[in-house]
T-cell receptor
Framework: DGGITQSPKYLFRKEGQNVTLSCEQN?????MYWYRQDPGQGLRLIYY???????QKGDIAEGYSVSREKKESFPLTVTSAQKNPTAFYLC???????????FGPGTRLTVL | SQQGEEDPQALSIQEGENATMNCSYK?????LQWYRQNSGRGLVHLIL?????REKHSGRLRVTLDTSKKSSSLLITASRAADTASYFC???????????FGKGTRLSVIA
């Protein structure tokens, strides 16, 4: 099956911990994205990558980091510098920047 | 902000009625897309309309685009309880910038 997967589905973090959210796609898409969604809100772009070994900051990159070592994978690390990380995180991919985006099922991160 | 704005924020209708959602944006676009999100899930692409198109249909969905007014509307005809979800517009620009999503319209279809 072609698609985009995220893991884990639920994640709990203690104050001061870094956590990494996984995103994998087998759609052979060049572009991948990370969004944050807060309750009742739209999507805010954290980081995006158009090709391997390259990525750009989105609107709310502070406190987050990413890597793109493989075309299929775009992990997001939520660092301790992110003061309010509790949110729903969505990963997406697309062929080009303006085309249809395919979304994963999301990871819900809660800070304890 | 280049973000699109959906209107209304929330909409509640009876099954069988039509639902209309609107999206306005501020700058020139290459295309406009509509997505659907069921509660706690990822978004699903519904339809894309290019800047040189005025209307597009897909099943019970009808999308219009008025570039002079910088606005789009999504019409869902003969709504069903299963259409209950949040609907987002996303604008695609020229150049190499990614889509920008609006805040969404929460649609409730009551059986």
């Amino acid at each position: 099956d072609g698609g985009i997967t995220q893991s884990p589905k639920y994640l709990f973090r203690k104050e001061g911990q870094n956590v990494t959210l996984s995103c994998e796609q087998n759609l052979n898409h060049d572009a991948m994205y990370w969004y944050r969604q807060d309750p009742g809100q739209g999507l805010r772009l954290i980081y995006y990558s158009q090709i391997v070994n390259d990525f750009q900051k989105g609107d709310i990159a502070e406190g987050y980091s990413v890597s793109r070592e493989k075309k299929e994978s775009f992990p997001l690390t939520v660092t301790s510098a992110q003061k309010n990380p509790t949110a729903f995180y969505l990963c997406a991919s697309s062929i080009g920047n303006r085309g249809e985006q395919f979304f994963g099922p999301g990871t819900r991160l809660t800070v304890l | 902000s280049q973000q699109g704005e959906e209107d209304p924020q929330a909409l509640s209708i009876q099954e069988g009625e039509n639902a209309t959602m609107n999206c306005s944006y501020k700058t020139s676009i290459n295309n406009l897309q509509w997505y659907r999100q069921n509660s706690g899930r990822g978004l699903v692409h519904l339809i894309l309309i290019r800047s040189n198109e005025r209307e597009k249909h897909s099943g019970r969905l009808r999308v219009t685009l008025d570039t002079s007014k910088k606005s789009s509307s999504l019409l869902i005809t003969a709504s069903r309880a299963a259409d209950t979800a949040s609907y987002f517009c996303a604008t695609g620009f020229s150049g190499n910038t990614p889509l920008v999503f609006g805040k969404g319209t929460r649609l409730s279809v009551i059986a």
